[in-house]
């Protein structure tokens, strides 16, 4: 069995979503903004 609780599955899904819709829009992508963005860790980027 995963350890990997749903939720946490749900919100990683979306904020790869989020991140490949900015990047399809041109935007340039720093993992620190996006862990800000996102509310999460480096590690989690």
Avoid: C, W
């Avoid at 979306?14 to 509310?39: D, H, S």
């Amino acid at each position: 069995m995963s350890s990997v609780k749903t939720s946490d599955h749900d919100s990683f899904g979306y904020r790869l979503i989020q991140i490949v819709k900015k990047l399809n829009q041109g935007e340039k992508l720093g993992p620190k903004a996006l862990a800000e963005e996102f509310n999460v860790n480096l590690r989690a980027i």
